[in-house]
């Protein structure tokens, strides 16, 4: 029964305007609308990462649920870890609309949304009410718009969810709120993190847990930047890295649409935002888990995900045009990928393709 319903939910899903889809995607979730996971997953799937037990790599990406509203559901559908954001100390509505559209043939988007949210109160609020529901929910937070102080916002949060979050998302490569990505220059980079560590080392001072910080990154970063970045991250001994976020390139596209200001994300993200995974992988040696994000829609990409050097996957665009079944058709790819292999555990694909997808041009 539910299979039929979620087959007719997909094309009326994409019939309405993408927010509203949107909206009616997260009302069907909280209202319990969609069938659980009841499955035992696979053991090979499962891993400890910067002191997480996670049953499985899989997660949506952040930009779903910005205002921490379904993040039980989302780990009833069988992900492994849901995060909720981006989040903002202030409220705030984004950009004007129109400014998400869809390129169905390319199966992409592209989006302006500009850190629409709740604010920090409203999403706290939620993820206390979820407390003792226990399951993996990273925070991914951001700044203000017109913050003065941007870095201040991003302590904010920290200090805001660290009784709440299993980890955190630094987003500082969203292409919607000016001058957001010059947070991801190394020199800037450098202060952000070091403020961002130092906050948590006060907060682990006055006895509170010490959770961990995941930094996300653009895919459009220029080259000569990728070691830099990563030898600053390192040496704050930040936990992890997102790779990567929307891209301002529009790469095998075409149309009036993909001419909208935005960030694409979806199918022909998916050849850059793999290459620079496998080049921050390198760049890190293989030191430092990475969350690979970018066009992931079927199996044999989120597979290419970690052969590319990621520990986890996200995303967002796929379910869009795929529907919530995905997530499962994924977990059993990935499984039969270890089985295959001899793999006890996912994380021994971890990488091992890396050097081929980091040889590739940028752009096919």
Request: aromatic share 4%; hydrophobic share 40%; net charge neutral.
């Amino acid at each position: 029964m539910f299979g039929g319903l979620l087959k007719l939910a997909q094309p009326m899903l994409l019939a309405l305007p993408p927010e509203d889809a949107h909206e009616m995607a997260l009302r069907g979730l909280e209202l319990g609308l969609l069938p659980h996971d009841e499955k035992a997953g696979s053991a090979a799937l499962q891993q400890r990462l910067f002191g997480l037990d996670f049953p499985n790599p899989v997660g949506v990406a952040a930009g779903f649920d910005k205002d921490a509203r379904v993040p039980d559901a989302i780990l009833a559908l069988g992900c492994g870890f849901a995060e909720i954001g981006t989040v903002t100390p202030r409220p705030q509505s984004g950009n004007p609309t129109p400014r998400v559209f869809r390129l169905i043939k390319d199966r992409a988007v592209i989006n302006r949304l500009g850190f629409n949210n709740g604010g920090h109160e409203a999403a706290l609020r939620r993820l206390q009410s979820r407390a003792k529901q226990g399951g993996i929910v990273g925070v991914n937070i951001g700044a203000n718009k017109d913050s003065e102080d941007r870095a201040a916002d991003y302590i904010k949060g920290l200090e805001t969810f660290n009784a709440v979050a299993s980890y955190f998302t630094v987003n500082i490569s969203s292409p919607n709120t000016p001058g957001l990505r010059d947070l991801q220059a190394p020199e800037a980079l450098d202060e952000l993190i070091g403020r961002l560590t130092e906050a948590r080392q006060r907060l682990a001072t006055a006895g509170e847990a010490t959770r961990p910080i995941i930094v996300k990154i653009a895919p459009d970063i220029a080259e000569q930047d990728i070691a830099p970045i990563c030898e600053r991250l390192m040496a704050h001994a930040v936990e992890g890295i997102a790779v990567s976020n929307t891209t301002v390139t529009r790469p095998r596209v075409a149309g009036e649409t993909s001419r909208q200001a935005g960030g694409l994300s979806g199918r022909p993200l998916f050849h850059r935002s793999t290459v620079k995974l496998a080049r921050v992988h390198q760049a890190t040696g293989g030191r430092v888990p990475l969350i690979g994000i970018g066009g992931i829609d079927s199996g044999e990409t989120a597979l290419a995900k970690f052969e590319a050097g990621a520990s986890l996957i996200q995303l967002y665009t796929g379910l869009i045009y795929e529907g919530w079944p995905l997530i499962g058709r994924i977990k059993d790819h990935l499984a039969e990928a270890c089985e295959e292999a001899g793999a006890g555990c996912i994380g021994e694909l971890s990488g091992r393709r890396a050097a081929h997808w980091a040889s590739q041009p940028l752009d096919e």
